[in-house]
Nanobody, 116 residues
Framework: QVQLVESGGGLVQAGGSLRLSCAAS????????TGWYRQAPGKQRELVAA???????NYADSVKGRFTISRDNGKNTMYLQMNSLKPEDTAVYYC??????????WGRGTQVTVSS
């Protein structure tokens, strides 16, 4: 069992920045995948950024060049640095982890609201 707790969301003006954190109750090293997803009202949850098992990263086209995913294995924490935020980035952001047994874990989410 893994608990994931997101923090760092809030209200920001367009063009601003936020840094999300995801604290895990267990190691985030040597897992199948970790990443950030988001869900806007009336839309499906979508991948924002993620690490694969070999450490490579991938990003949604809509956030490339603006968002950066990182992690501190020693602190069991993952981050999402979001720059040049746009109103269309408004969503609930979720932390995700899939372990080697292919079990998926989700945090409760943190709201990000970008005003125009």
């Amino acid at each position: 069992q893994v608990q994931l707790v997101e923090s760092g969301g809030g209200l920001v003006q367009a063009g601003g920045s936020l840094r999300l954190s995801c604290a895990a109750s267990r190691s985030i090293f040597n897992v199948d995948a970790t990443g950030w997803y988001r869900q806007a009202p009336g839309k499906q949850r979508e991948l924002v950024a993620a690490f694969s098992s070999d450490g490579t990263t991938n990003y949604a086209d809509s956030v490339k060049g603006r968002f950066t995913i990182s992690r501190d294995n020693g602190k069991n924490t993952m981050y999402l640095q979001m720059n040049s935020l746009k109103p269309e980035d408004t969503a609930v952001y979720y932390c995700h982890l899939r372990n080697r047994q292919r079990l998926n874990y989700w945090g409760r989410g943190t709201q990000v609201t970008v005003s125009s």
